[in-house]
T-cell receptor, first 114, second 115 residues
């Protein structure tokens, strides 16, 4: 079946603009995660959705970042008033629910803030 | 504060030989560990995992070893093949609360297999 898809694959924006990044998880996966990878860094956890539970937002770096997951499926990560330090690859992953369920990653959205 | 550390940013290994990638962690609450492999312009793909109740897990050419007392794990690939050339990420999670699956990643090691 189809894997995790993300759009756009690349996004160039100007400092101060808002951006929306989209993630379509694998059908049937109840857990959805957002991570980001800045240049030379590992993947950094941002936010986690599990079913109808309140999301774990503990990784969001500032209140400019927010995410929604509508209908338990598609998710949108929004970055308001983008800054140059927001430039990174934003990765989405989904999994079945369970401690040791494999997280399947999408190809990522490469964001460049000029 | 880097809780998962991969101190070797790169590693080159001759084809057919053993590749050993290392990872250290500082958070004693971590009890589940994973290795992911990443090719350029693709998302990471799961490779192998190990629970803290084990000290070794093997899957084909890949073996992960866990030394809890040293807070160290390693990934062995033998024999190494050209297709193994990629960036390898070590990751960990703390499962004190059931359902806490978010992963903490290391910075990655770029493995190059020399034909």
């Amino acid at each position: 079946g189809a894997g995790v898809s993300q759009s756009p694959s690349n996004k160039v924006t100007e400092k101060g603009k808002d951006v929306e990044l989209r993630c379509d998880p694998i059908s049937g996966h109840t857990a959805l995660y957002w991570y980001r990878q800045s240049l030379g860094q590992g993947l950094e956890f941002l936010i986690y959705f599990q079913g109808n539970s309140a999301p774990d937002k503990s990784g969001l770096p500032s209140d400019r970042f927010s995410a929604e997951r509508t209908g338990g499926s598609v998710s949108t990560l929004t970055i308001q008033r983008t800054q140059q330090e927001d430039s990174a690859v934003y990765l989405c992953a989904s999994s079945l629910w369970g401690r040791e369920e494999t997280q399947y990653f999408g190809p990522g959205t490469r964001l460049l803030v000029l | 504060d880097q809780q998962v550390k991969q101190n070797s940013p790169s590693l080159s290994v001759q084809e057919g030989r053993i590749s050993i990638l290392n990872c250290d962690y500082t958070n004693s609450m971590f009890d589940y560990f994973l290795w992911y492999k990443k090719y350029p312009a693709e998302g990471p793909t799961f490779l192998i995992s190990i629970s803290s109740i084990k000290d070794k897990n093997e899957d084909g050419r890949f073996t992960v070893f866990l030394n809890k007392s040293a807070k160290h794990l390693s990934l062995h690939i033998v024999p190494s093949q050209p297709g193994d050339s990629a960036v390898y990420f070590c990751a960990a999670s703390a499962g004190a609360n059931f359902g806490n699956e978010k992963l903490t990643f290391g910075t990655g090691t770029r493995l190059t297999i020399i034909p």
